[in-house]
């Protein structure tokens, strides 16, 4: 469970940026029983979504894309594919006093019946910081922090970790978490186990999870069909083809075919693609038989994007963990992103209380009853390039922010900013010796 997540001199963010996604008191007798949940032993309610908006270029894909550094950094620094290797971090460039500066990353979650508070701060050459904090009951315990090189571990919860600090086993570019779990130590194994349950899509580069999607139509296949025929595109069956070694396309390059061929050989399903069956009718509307068509050459994207989210989507809901999505309504109508939206506020869909972050231009949603307060975040950048981000919870009653308020109409008047200040185009492409109208 995800309770904050926090970054700091990264990209567009030059001060910190905390999304938090415990609920207000204020908010506690809207959507309560759909849209929180509650983790009793600590006393927290928590919410199952979150929805970021802001104008072109505001900060939304960067805070989805500090979530995915974090993760990516966390599961794979430790490797030796990554001695010697710069860190592919940013920090905010618009300002001289941060650029040199390290960039700053912190979660506070739960995991294993406990709350942790793990983070770190990099430069592209080295962890500069790095902190665990475990609290099992009502008391916060440090278990190791970082300065540098120079390590302060627990003596009896990361005893092993500290064996390996003094054998010089964690590099200046690798996180001491990451080696710790590589080397088996409990308390960093959980902290690694909850970043592989805290996942980061893109909503418009559909192809780096529709592989994953037709990985899970196998076991998933009745309730991704469900979800194809109740969507209204037009998809009465669908199922997903393999390679065979021995019969690849006669097309396919000859290095891409030998390869294909070798991953059969090693047990490997390769997919070939998604086939979809439409329902045929005649002439008096009657339904006659049916066409197959390609996923990929024949479906409307908006389809194909539908279809390559089901798969992470149903597997979040499944294992109840997080999920961040990038311009989620990218090509998808408002509607059918109101019901993505809804399976994770539901009691039935999502048992577990999967979390759900994700970022929009689409006003419709505010409008929809759908969301707390709390649950919808803004980013807006000021006249020096900083992006902040903020919550409408944050409003006053005289600035927009009553429950009963119109959150749609609010936000396209500008009255919680997060909107582009545009020019005149016309005039912009007026010539300069030829009066205006």
């Not at 199952?48 to 500090?66: C, E, F, R, W």
């Not at 001289?96 to 912190?106: K, L, N």
């Not at 393999?242 to 690849?248: N, T």
């Not at 309504?329 to 539901?346: G, I, N, T």
Request: no cysteine; hydrophobic share 40%; charged share 25%.
């Amino acid at each position: 469970m995800l309770i904050q997540f926090s970054v700091r001199n990264y990209t567009v963010f030059k001060e910190e940026a905390r999304l938090m996604l415990f609920a207000s008191n204020y908010d506690k007798t809207t959507l309560e029983e759909e849209n929180v949940f509650e983790a009793p032993e600590f006393g927290l309610r928590l919410l199952k979504s979150a929805v970021v908006y802001g104008a072109n270029a505001s900060g939304k894909t960067k805070l989805i894309d500090a979530a995915h550094f974090m993760r990516s950094f966390v599961l794979n620094s430790s490797k030796e594919s990554q001695q010697g290797e710069r860190i592919r971090v940013e920090p905010f460039r618009l300002n001289t006093a941060t650029v040199g500066q390290p960039s700053r990353f912190e979660v506070i979650f739960i995991q294993e019946e406990a709350i942790f508070r793990y983070g770190f701060e990099v430069t592209d050459r080295e962890v500069v910081r790095e902190w665990l904090y475990h609290r099992p009951h009502t008391k916060e315990v440090e278990i190791f922090t970082r300065e540098g090189q120079t390590f302060r571990t627990h003596p009896r919860q990361f005893r092993k970790g500290d064996l390996l600090v003094r054998e010089g086993l964690v590099r200046p570019n690798a996180l001491l978490i990451s080696v710790a779990a590589q080397f088996n130590v409990p308390i960093a194994k959980a902290v690694v186990e909850w970043f592989l349950k805290f996942h980061q899509l893109s909503g418009l580069r559909e192809e780096g999870h529709m592989g994953f999607s037709m990985k899970k139509a196998t076991e998933m296949r009745t309730k991704m069909l469900a979800l194809l025929q109740e969507a209204d595109i037009g998809i009465e069956d669908f199922w997903v083809e393999e390679h065979d070694a021995d019969s690849l396309p006669e097309h396919m390059p000859a290095p891409l075919k030998k390869f294909i061929q070798k991953l059969i050989e090693k047990g490997e399903t390769v997919f070939a693609g998604v086939r979809t069956a439409h329902t045929q009718y005649d002439e008096a509307g009657r339904a006659v038989g049916r066409e197959v068509f390609d996923l990929a050459e024949h479906e409307s994207s908006g389809t194909q994007k539908f279809f390559s989210l089901l798969g992470p989507v149903l597997h979040t809901l499944e294992n109840g963990e997080i999920l961040f999505v990038d311009e989620l309504d990218a090509r998808l109508h408002p509607h059918l992103v109101q019901r993505l939206v809804a399976l994770f506020h539901s009691k039935t869909a999502n048992p577990k209380n999967a979390q759900f972050v994700f970022n929009t231009q689409s006003p419709y949603l505010l409008g929809a009853s759908l969301f707390r307060r709390d649950q919808v975040w803004f980013v807006e950048k000021d006249r020096t390039g900083a992006a902040s981000l903020y919550s409408l919870a944050s409003f006053r009653t005289d600035e927009g922010g009553r429950k009963t308020d119109n959150f749609e109409a609010n936000y396209l008047q500008g009255r919680y900013g997060a909107v582009p200040v545009m020019g005149d185009f016309e005039a912009a492409l007026q010539p300069e010796d030829t009066p205006a109208l």
